[in-house]
């Protein structure tokens, strides 16, 4: 008797297993238990736009290219969560999956080729990165609390630039890992632990506003303009000739030779 009440306890809790993956396997089942499905590319046919928006749970892989295209990277259970749409001539991403017991991580990507691209805001935990050099003359990279959105501040920059103009914004938590050159290089950090990974971006002239706690790494070779308000460095791997800095509290500029 006790052999078949195991037997039967057994089978009900592999018949309650099945039934549960299988719902999980569904655009439909709950986000906690849903799983991502097969990965699958959709191209998103939208009007023009010079301008990025990444909100939560999702990446961008950013191409330069003549034409522009948007392509969606996600898993077939979860695409009817996944927002892509135009804000003005601003390309918004946003995955509304929420809850997350059994898929990977990361899973939603929107690969971005564009002639130029002017205003990047990353408000996701995710990267944004270059594929080849983007050469947009006018570049503002943004990762800060925006009134009327909810959104994060820790998401990763890794981009390889040919520009005239670079400008970074940030009060959260991300690192921005540049490389390449620009002419110009603004830098603003107001608050928390953003960091600037700027060493192999060769910049002509660079001016800082730094009030966090963090580090920034440099490379200006005409002038350095740096006004230090935080704890946080500044470490500088060219000595240019014109130099204007202020260290109002303990950060410092450190030129490494």
Do not use: W
């Given at each position: 008797m006790k052999q078949?009440?195991?037997?039967?306890?057994?089978?009900?809790?592999?018949?309650?297993?099945?039934?549960?993956?299988?719902?999980?396997?569904?655009?439909?089942?709950?986000?906690?238990?849903?799983?991502?499905g097969q990965l699958q590319q959709e191209e998103i046919i939208l009007a023009g736009f010079n301008k990025i928006r990444i909100e939560e749970g999702v990446q961008l892989l950013l191409r330069q290219g003549?034409?522009?295209?948007?392509?969606?990277?996600?898993?077939?259970?979860?695409?009817?969560?996944?927002?892509?749409?135009?804000?003005?001539?601003?390309?918004?991403?946003?995955?509304?999956?929420?809850?997350?017991?059994?898929?990977?991580?990361?899973?939603?990507?929107?690969?971005?080729?564009?002639?130029?691209?002017?205003?990047?805001?990353?408000?996701?935990?995710?990267?944004?990165?270059?594929?080849?050099?983007?050469?947009?003359?006018?570049?503002?990279?943004?990762?800060?609390v925006i009134p009327g959105f909810d959104l994060r501040k820790n998401g990763d920059f890794h981009l390889t630039l040919n520009a005239q103009d670079v400008s970074i914004v940030a009060n959260g938590s991300s690192v921005f890992y540049l490389n390449g050159t620009t002419s110009n290089l603004n830098v603003s950090f107001s608050d928390e632990l953003p960091r600037l990974e700027a060493r192999d971006l060769i910049a002509q002239n660079v001016s800082i506003r730094h009030v966090s706690s963090n580090h920034m790494y440099i490379n200006p070779q005409e002038s350095?303009?740096?006004?230090?308000?935080?704890?946080?460095?500044?470490?500088?791997?060219?000595?240019?000739?014109?130099?204007?800095?202020?260290?109002?509290?303990?950060?410092?500029?450190?030129?490494?030779?």
């Open positions: 078949i009440v195991k037997h039967l306890i057994s089978f009900i809790i592999l018949g309650s297993s099945t039934v549960l993956l299988n719902s999980c396997s569904s655009e439909d089942a709950n986000d906690c238990f849903q799983t991502e003549q034409s522009q295209q948007v392509i969606l990277e996600t898993g077939a259970n979860l695409r009817s969560d996944v927002e892509v749409f135009l804000d003005n001539e601003t390309l918004v991403a946003r995955d509304n999956n929420g809850c997350n017991l059994f898929r990977d991580y990361g899973v939603t990507k929107l690969i971005v080729t564009s002639p130029n691209i002017e205003d990047i805001i990353n408000g996701s935990s995710y990267e944004i990165r270059s594929e080849g050099t983007l050469n947009y003359p006018t570049l503002r990279l943004r990762s800060l350095l303009t740096a006004e230090l308000r935080g704890s946080g460095n500044v470490y500088s791997y060219n000595s240019p000739d014109i130099q204007d800095i202020q260290e109002l509290y303990t950060g410092r500029v450190i030129f490494i030779d």
